[in-house]
């Protein structure tokens, strides 16, 4: 059974940092990329970053500059850096993996105080 399991979400001042990390298990192969969305109350879940099975990483305007995405293909784990966290930032940031299919993680909560 496929799982994702995230790590790292907190409540930071804003201009802190923060590092999620995602690490998928239970036999998931091929993976075709994996990626990090989130939803803010009241609002849509967005995408974040993503990076695809060769490296190449999308990010939203919004968190352009600002966040990076990487991972461990070998670890399947897929990180996200924040830097300058603004309150606008403030969501349950959620996990993604693509195979043939979604996966997602449980959520993770980053609140940013001004």
């Known amino acids: 059974q496929v799982q994702l399991v995230e790590s790292g979400g907190g409540l930071v001042q804003a201009g802190g940092s923060l590092r999620l990390s995602c690490a998928a298990s239970?036999?998931?192969?091929?993976?075709?990329?994996m990626g990090w969305y989130r939803q803010a109350p009241r609002k849509q879940r967005e995408l974040v970053a993503s990076?695809?099975?060769?490296?190449?990483?999308n990010y939203a305007d919004s968190v352009k500059g600002r966040f990076t995405i990487s991972r461990d293909s070998d670890k399947n784990t897929v990180y996200l850096q924040m830097n300058s966290l603004q309150p606008e930032d403030t969501a349950v940031y959620y996990c993604?993996?693509?195979?043939?299919?979604?996966?997602w993680g449980q959520g993770t909560q980053v609140t940013v105080s001004s």
């Open positions: 993604n993996v693509v195979t043939f299919r979604y996966y």
């Open positions: 239970g036999g998931i192969f091929s993976i075709n990329s």
């Open positions: 990076i695809t099975s060769d490296g190449s990483p």
